[in-house]
């Protein structure tokens, strides 16, 4: 791979986040990404340190059995705000929620490069075995490089009911590694201690921008790598959601979402809901973000309007906790050959 104006293109993966974080001006370190945040849960959450795993638990409030999700951030690692909003939302929305970490936490490595699959069948299996967790309804949701994760492990768990991938991707990539200006000479994941077959990336195209390295996976002549690449969610079970943006500058999340659904149809995978707004980007996921947050006025930074990422946020996320409140069984018998 080919990198031209390395310092943009560690900026622009750096912006490859599931949730909030954003740039201030180009920086020696992290490009201007702030520091790793690692947030407490608060009054109704737990601090949970054990058996290699990291992350805040948010048990659904009554008895239950309450359906429950992992819920993965992007490549802002640690435990961010963005995230963690999310997590408070679905906890009150009746759902046992485990936030975990994977990279940037304590104990955890600094970059997100070979971080093991395995992380999150123990993250998995963690939670179904909470009290009052149904473990019929197990779900994952990510975004970003969450999103990435989620497929992943979506196409080695049997036992999930659904998963929601915000800005996802059809192909694995290589990770991100701040110590080398952004730059990963490895795959972001591994299974069993070997790295997950990566997609190449293409030069970069000053016009484009950063979107302009990932728009390999597009390329017909790269039809061969992007297969040995793909994501197999023809293997999973559980039904899978996914959110984009039409307008994304970060990287081409609706035609990778595109990919991952006629991938599903094509090898009888599972059912497939794509919901794409055309006036949003890499900020379409998570919930509605009022006019008078601060965070408002900075929805557009990563492709579409700030009315159009508004907007497609406050109509997807009552689709996203109604896909996830459905029962066990719907929907998710895979597809006929």
């Known amino acids: 791979m ?46 949970i340190s054990r058996d290699g795993l990291f992350g805040n638990y ?9 359906p429950a999700v992992l819920l993965l951030g992007g490549s802002e690692g640690g435990l961010g705000r963005a995230t963690l909003q999310m997590a408070l939302m679905l906890q009150k929305q009746g759902f046992a929620v485990f936030q975990l970490a994977y990279f940037g936490a304590p104990g955890q490595p600094e970059a997100l490069e070979r971080i093991p699959l395995e992380l999150f069948d123990r993250g998995l299996d963690w939670l179904k075995a909470q009290p009052g967790v149904d473990p019929e309804r197990l779900a994952v949701m990510g975004a970003s490089k969450g999103a990435e994760a989620a497929l992943l492990v979506a196409s080695r768990r049997p036992d999930l009911s659904a998963v ?15 110590a080398r200006s952004g730059q990963s000479a490895h795959s972001s994941w591994t299974v069993g201690g070997r790295e997950v077959a990566t997609m190449p990336f293409a030069e970069w195209n000053q016009a484009d921008g950063i979107i302009s390295v990932y728009r390999a996976v597009e390329d017909p002549a790269q039809r061969q790598l992007a297969e040995r690449a793909a994501i197999p969610v023809e293997r999973a079970r559980a039904r ?56 408002y006025r900075r929805l557009d930074a990563y492709g579409g309007t700030v009315a159009g990422n508004a907007a497609a946020r406050a109509d997807s996320w009552p689709k996203v906790i109604a896909f996830l409140k459905q029962p066990a069984s719907a929907g998710t018998a895979a597809r006929p050959h």
């Not at 948010?58 to 309450?66: I, R, V, Y």
């Not at 929601?164 to 701040?178: C, E």
Request: charge should be positive; include cysteine.
């Open 2 to 47: 080919k990198w031209k104006n390395g310092a943009m293109v560690a900026a622009g993966i750096a912006a490859l986040l599931g949730g909030a974080a954003m740039f201030r001006a180009l920086a020696p370190q992290r490009y201007g990404l702030p520091e790793i945040e690692v947030l407490a849960p608060g009054a109704t959450g737990q601090r």
């Open 58 to 66: 948010f048990p659904a409030p009554g008895p239950g059995p309450h």
């Open 164 to 178: 929601v991938a915000g800005m996802p991707t059809s192909v694995a990539w290589n990770g991100v590694n701040w």
């Open 240 to 295: 899978l959601l996914l959110v984009c943006g039409e307008a994304e500058t970060m990287w081409p999340a609706c035609p990778m979402s595109r990919m991952v659904d006629a991938r599903s149809r094509r090898q009888g995978g599972p059912p497939v809901t794509l919901l794409a707004y055309k006036d949003a980007g890499h900020f379409v996921f998570g919930p509605p973000v009022a006019p008078g947050e601060p965070f």
